[in-house]
C-alpha cells in the first residue's frame, strides 16, 4: 500500500526489517524512470538520499528504486532548520 504519492509514481514503505525500513519508489519502466535512475546513481550530496538498489519488474512494467525510510519530510527540515532545533 502507497504511503506517499506524486505526479510520478508512488512510495511504498517496506517494515519487514523494523529496525532498517525501506522506502520503495515505483516508477515507471520508460525514458523518464530511466532517467531518475540515472541521475540518482550519480548525484552525491550530504541532502539526498542514496538508493540501496534498483529492480527491474518488467511483467508490471516498473522500476523498484529501493531507499533507507527517513521518517521525517522536507518541510520538516526546514522548519527544524528555521526554528535552530537541528543546531
Known amino acids: 500500500v502507497p504511503f506517499q504519492a506524486g505526479a510520478y509514481g508512488e512510495v511504498l514503505l517496506d517494515k ?4 532498517n525500513p525501506l522506502a ?3 516508477v515507471p519502466m520508460n525514458a ?3 532517467n531518475e ?3 540518482l546513481q550519480v548525484l ?3 541532502n539526498i538520499i542514496s538508493p540501496l538498489e ?3 519488474d518488467p511483467d508490471k512494467g516498473v522500476i523498484l528504486i529501493v531507499m533507507p525510510y527517513i521518517p521525517c519530510t522536507l518541510l520538516d527540515i ?5 526554528t535552530g532545533a537541528l543546531s
Open 16 to 19: 519487514t526489517d523494523p529496525e
Open 24 to 26: 520503495i519508489k515505483v
Open 32 to 34: 523518464q524512470g530511466y
Open 37 to 39: 535512475v540515472r541521475a
Open 44 to 46: 552525491k550530496h550530504p
Open 54 to 56: 534498483f529492480r527491474e
Open 78 to 82: 526546514l522548519q527544524q532548520t528555521a
